[in-house]
């Protein structure tokens, strides 16, 4: 498959489906995007294209497949751990209500453990968790709040036992997390960023973009923090010179805004 083959796909996916495929790095990407196709029976990218416009659930096929969704709740136990301690113990001190963005939130891991972290330590939020994501087939799973077991290794026998019901072998959240986060679709390319936040979680996400796509996502995100707020990232994505997003680390993967 030729370089003027993936540029036209570019292209019509931007022009149809407000997706900018160019800022993710190429060569992983255009790899999942040919298995997508030939899942599909696509011979080549125009066909494919015609067959996503035409099809429900090959558009759908196509999102989730290169949209990243892997995922669990409080994903690296000890970072995660160390971010509740600077959550509960610093963060609570310096603002009487939170604001917080989970970024890319696929399936609902992550901004439901942040909600029992908010729950557990009776924090005041200023308004519901935001929770966003660019695929609406996940955000609608993320909103059923229904899990496998597997998705809950890191989650102790307590709040398994506080916060969950086992129903035919699925672990489904209970109403008062699911109600304490509010999902949106959102896309960190196209869209515009809120403000005022003190907490933005987004992990895991940006190791899938470009560099100068990537710097950009840091940029907005320090603008949309307050003064002190946090900004926590994945294992595998340290910000170096935080300073030039005007952000000093404070723990490995947990940066926090400086002015």
């Known amino acids: 498959m030729t370089t003027l083959d993936f540029d036209y796909f570019y292209s019509w996916v931007h022009t149809n489906l407000n997706i900018r495929l160019d800022a993710y790095k190429e060569k992983q990407l255009n790899r999942r995007i040919q298995t997508v196709m030939r899942q599909a029976g696509a011979n080549d990218l125009k066909e494919y294209s015609i067959m996503i416009h035409g099809d429900e659930t090959i558009r759908k096929q196509f999102l989730d497949y290169i949209t990243i969704n892997v995922t669990e709740f409080f994903r690296n136990k000890d970072l995660f ?88 072998n699925r672990y489904v959240l209970n109403d008062q997390i699911k109600e304490m986060v509010d999902f949106r679709k959102h896309d960190l390319v196209l869209d515009e960023f809120e403000k005022n936040l003190h907490v933005i979680v987004c992990r895991n996400v940006t190791i899938y973009f470009k560099h100068e796509i990537k710097e950009e996502i840091y940029r907005k995100m320090s603008d949309s923090l307050v003064k002190g ?3 926590f990232t994945g294992a595998t994505e340290t910000i170096y010179q935080p300073e030039q997003f005007r952000l000093k680390k404070v723990s490995s993967f947990i940066y926090e805004k400086m002015m």
Do not use: Q
């Open 81 to 168: 751990e160390k971010f509740e301690e600077l959550l509960t113990t610093d963060l609570s001190r310096k603002f009487d209500k939170l604001t917080i963005w989970s970024a890319a939130c696929s399936i609902g891991a992550e901004p439901y453990s942040l909600a029992m972290i908010i729950d557990r330590h009776s924090l005041p939020l200023k308004k519901k968790i935001i929770a966003t994501d660019i695929d609406d087939t996940i955000l609608e799973k993320a909103k059923t709040g229904i899990f496998k077991e597997s998705e809950l290794k890191n989650v102790s026998v307590i709040d398994c036992s506080d916060y969950f019901a086992l129903e035919n």
């Open 229 to 231: 707020g946090l900004l």
